[in-house]
Nanobody, 124 residues
Framework: QVQLVESGGGSVQAGGSLTLSCAAS????????MGWFRQAPGKEREGVAV???????TYAESVKGRFAISKHNAKNTLYLQMNSLKPEDTAMYYC??????????????????WGQGTQVTVSS
């Protein structure tokens, strides 16, 4: 049974940094496309950053140059380093995974497995 557990969220001031982690279990995730998504109150869930099984990363335009996604296959752990945080980055952040390839990398509906989320709050 696939399980994804996020951690690392919290409250920071604008300009600060946070690192999110997603511990994955139940499968060998080296063949999975994995990513981070977020959802702010009253808004739809959106893709933030995704890394495919070849290690290629894709980012939403709003976070390019500020966020970095990485994956440690041996530890089955996904990371999201977030720098220069802005108030508009405030949201619940979710880890997601899909076995094999994904056509639309940042589309939430492409992903089968989801974690429970970790809250990120950025104050101005």
């Amino acid at each position: 049974q696939v399980q994804l557990v996020e951690s690392g969220g919290g409250s920071v001031q604008a300009g600060g940094s946070l690192t999110l982690s997603c511990a994955a279990s139940g499968e060998n995730f080296s063949n999975y496309c994995m990513g981070w998504f977020r959802q702010a109150p009253g808004k739809e869930r959106e893709g933030v950053a995704v890394i495919d099984s070849d290690g290629f990363a894709t980012y939403a335009e709003s976070v390019k140059g500020r966020f970095a996604i990485s994956k440690h296959n041996a530890k089955n752990t996904l990371y999201l380093q977030m720098n220069s945080l802005k108030p508009e980055d405030t949201a619940m952040y979710y880890c997601a995974a899909h076995r094999g390839s994904v056509r639309l990398l940042l589309a939430p509906y492409e992903y089968r497995f989801w974690g429970q989320g970790t809250q990120v709050t950025v104050s101005s």
